[in-house]
């Protein structure tokens, strides 16, 4: 076989198409959505390589239409779980050892066919599944997997090149080996791109991968998986079941041979799942690796030096965007005195001017929450904001699920700093605001670190640069992603790194080096050259 020092093309993000009328890409992402829509999938599981059907199956739906069935996906049982974990651990015998341009070509071609032929049927099972307009579709499912994919590749070269210092006499040199075991990924319903890099990230350093998809986003991760299988990962590198999580994952963190989990999702759950893999702990032939990011409860600063136009956008955009559904999303704002009446008359503007409908319809920015449960829960935070004496709702408190699971954007502006939707995570179209005095910017800022368990991501938009330094330095522990003069959602893979430290994860930093650094298990070769025959070092001479 012949050999070289390769590198590989050089990573740039996926151009976001407009969609605007008249575009091709329109029409084309259009004609996908009314096919998909009117037709019926079947999703099986995705055993070694092949398509397993159980017969037990459940409905999917479009969250903006609930009533109307696009497919079926099947449900695995304890048996078809314990088959993907056996044909994971059979294919890590070749897989492990396959050259690490060959896996790289495998997951730049996945790239390609997302970003070209499948980019159409990505975005549209995106929009019907889960519910995002256009916009959102294209930056998550086709534009954000791409770059993950791209990205990944040459981050995984770049770590492969960091090699130890050697001499003359002994050559050192590290072997990223991939875990010993297989890997275990949990991936959520907001993001396909999420789905898409959980999974692919780990296998790309060389890991076989037991991949569980949210059942409100399967209709996606049959694409994903699609795709993966044109692009040529072998049977049983990629492992993808549905079903009971309490069961599939109780079956995968009992085998001896788990080696690491990489997880998006409900922080409750993940600390569930440590202390699942703790309590277990003497059982693995290895330490797991356990990688999570988890809820937030983002938050925008508004300094009284704020653009009031600029802070209202940032609130519009940043708290409202796929229904807030993102946990990067905007959920409580901090908003200086004497800019608030300018903030308040272009925010409600704003929301106003918001359509709200089925994502088919392209004038649509907002659409339905994710399911019925998600739409009873925001509904009761807004019911209990109504009764509030230390809370007014200032625009929206509407919602209706009799077709679809919508629910107006609405803000809250509340007296109390301490109010419950100001530190509870809500993942929905809801943000509340706390008007501060100017004068109390410092003790705010306090105020704003306290208030949640959780350090995602925040913004603060000032024009004073002392207040902005001060902001950086006090919230330095209250964002992993913290934005100067911006909304605090929109991480770019290769220019925002995401994630964050106390209850919303491990900060491993999706979309970059770091990440891919949990998932392989260097080892140490020295390699010496004249080798001693002798025991005696000179300090032991006469």
């Given amino acids: 076989m012949g050999k070289g020092f390769f590198n590989v093309p050089i990573a740039v993000n996926e151009p976001v198409k407009s969609y605007a009328p008249g575009s091709p890409e329109r029409a084309e992402v259009l004609e996908a959505y009314k096919t998909m829509f009117n037709s019926q999938v079947e999703v099986p599981l995705h055993i070694n390589g092949k398509d397993v059907t159980t017969g037990n199956t459940r409905t999917m739906s479009p969250p903006h239409d609930h009533k109307h069935i696009v497919g079926t996906?099947?449900?695995?049982?304890?048996?078809?779980?314990?088959e993907a974990i056996a044909t994971a651990l059979e294919?890590?015998?070749?897989?492990?050892?396959?050259p690490w341009e060959q896996r790289a070509g495998i997951f730049l071609k996945a790239a390609e066919l997302i970003a070209g032929p499948y980019r159409a049927k990505i975005n549209a099972a995106t929009m019907i599944g889960q519910s995002k307009n256009i916009h959102q579709a294209e930056i998550d499912s086709a534009c954000e997997l791409v770059d993950f994919l791209r990205f990944n590749v040459q981050y995984m070269q770049e770590i492969y090149e960091e090699q130890p210092e050697s001499t003359s006499a002994a050559w050192n040199r590290i072997e990223y080996r991939p875990l010993e075991g297989f890997t275990y990924a949990v991936t959520p319903f907001n993001f396909t791109a999420i789905a898409g890099n959980l999974p692919s990230c780990m296998a790309l350093m060389g890991n076989v991968v037991v991949w569980k998809p949210s059942d409100s986003q399967v209709y996606?991760?049959?694409?994903?998986?699609?795709?993966?299988?044109?692009?040529?990962?072998?049977?049983?590198?990629?492992n993808m079941v549905m079903g009971d999580p309490a069961m599939i994952t109780g079956v995968i963190l009992s085998s001896p041979d788990f080696s690491g989990l990489h997880f998006t999702g409900s922080t409750t759950v993940f600390k569930n799942l440590w202390k699942q893999i703790g309590n277990n702990i003497h059982n693995y032939k290895t330490y797991p690796r356990i990688v999570g990011e988890t809820g937030g409860k983002d938050f925008i600063v508004a300094h009284k030096?704020?653009?009031?136009?600029?802070?209202?956008?940032?609130i519009a955009r940043g708290a409202f965007e796929f229904q807030g559904q993102k946990c990067s999303a905007a959920s409580r704002a901090y908003i200086a005195k004497s800019i608030w009446p300018d903030v308040k008359k272009f925010v409600?503007?704003?929301?106003?001017?918001f359509k709200m409908g089925s994502p088919e319809d392209m004038s649509n920015f907002i659409t339905a929450v994710i399911h019925e449960g998600a739409f009873d829960k925001l509904a009761g935070y807004i019911d209990q904001a109504k009764k509030d004496d230390d809370a007014e709702i200032i625009v929206g408190g509407n919602y209706d699920k009799s077709k679809g699971?919508?629910?107006?954007?609405?803000?809250i502006v509340t007296t109390n700093p301490q109010y419950k939707t100001m530190y509870t995570e809500l993942f929905g179209p809801i943000i509340?605001?706390?008007?501060?005095?100017?004068?109390?910017?410092?003790?705010t800022l306090k105020l704003v670190d306290q208030t949640s368990e959780y350090g995602l991501t925040g913004a603060i938009l000032a024009t004073d640069r002392y207040a902005i330094t001060e902001a950086t330095q006090a919230l330095q522990n209250s964002a992993g992603n913290f934005y100067?003069?911006?909304?605090?959602?929109?991480?770019?893979?290769?220019?925002?790194?995401?994630?964050?430290?106390?209850n919303s994860g491990t900060n491993d930093k999706a979309g970059s080096a770091q990440n891919l650094l949990r998932w392989v298990s260097p080892r140490m070769v020295k390699e010496t050259f004249v080798t001693p025959t002798d025991y005696r070092y000179p300090f032991l001479g006469e």
């Fill in 73 to 82: 996906y099947h449900v695995a049982d304890k048996s078809h779980v314990e």
């Fill in 91 to 98: 294919a890590r015998k070749t897989w492990s050892l396959m």
């Fill in 220 to 238: 996606s991760a049959k694409v994903i998986m699609d795709v993966f299988k044109e692009a040529g990962v072998p049977e049983g590198v990629i």
């Fill in 305 to 314: 030096t704020a653009n009031a136009k600029q802070v209202a956008t940032a």
């Fill in 348 to 353: 409600i503007e704003d929301v106003k001017s």
């Fill in 405 to 411: 699971y919508f629910i107006d954007p609405t803000i």
């Fill in 432 to 443: 509340t605001i706390y008007i501060y005095e100017d004068d109390a910017y410092s003790e």
């Fill in 484 to 502: 100067i003069n911006d909304k605090p959602t929109g991480a770019v893979v290769g220019q925002q790194p995401f994630g964050g430290a106390r």
